[in-house]
């Protein structure tokens, strides 16, 4: 989950092989807005990108929300056929079961992709051990919640 772009979840395939993670962003617009933060040494404006976050991919199969946030940087990405394009690069709030921390994303076209979001190795570091035999191991919140309902009334 994503608490600072989305209130739904939004599966994620994790990609040891690719560096960063990368989530569709859809209506992508960047533009520049003026730093009304008192600093001396501060820029003068920020770079926010604006786009639309769905959890699935079908774009009638599930709740869309419009996310406004920082553009930290660019980073040039090369995808899986060798073509390198300039991605802009956003820092947010990720929660992977009990675990929340902060990670880079990329924003990127993933219309034609089974997955809405790819979970890189930077993001994985000294958190988490992957398991290249297993899919899914990390039900949804409100699945816990009610599975762990479901066991307490059977005990």
Partial sequence: MLPLLSS?????????????????????????????????????????????????????????????????????????????????????QIVLGTRRFDIDLTLADRDTMGYRMLLGRRALRRRFLVDPGKSFLLDRPAENNQKNDQERETA
Avoid at 36 to 49: K, M, Q, V, Y
Avoid at 53 to 71: K, L, M, N, R
């Fill in 8 to 92: 739904e979840p939004i599966r994620a395939k994790i990609d040891t092989g690719a560096a960063t993670s990368s989530i569709h962003a859809h209506n992508l617009e960047i533009f520049e807005v003026a730093n009304h933060l008192d600093l001396d040494d501060g820029p003068e404006s920020l770079t926010i990108a604006r786009f639309t976050i769905s959890p699935t991919s079908d774009p009638h199969g599930g709740p869309a929300a419009v996310a406004e946030v920082p553009v930290v940087g660019f980073r040039n990405v090369k995808s899986s056929n060798g073509h390198s394009e300039l991605r802009p690069v956003v820092r947010t």
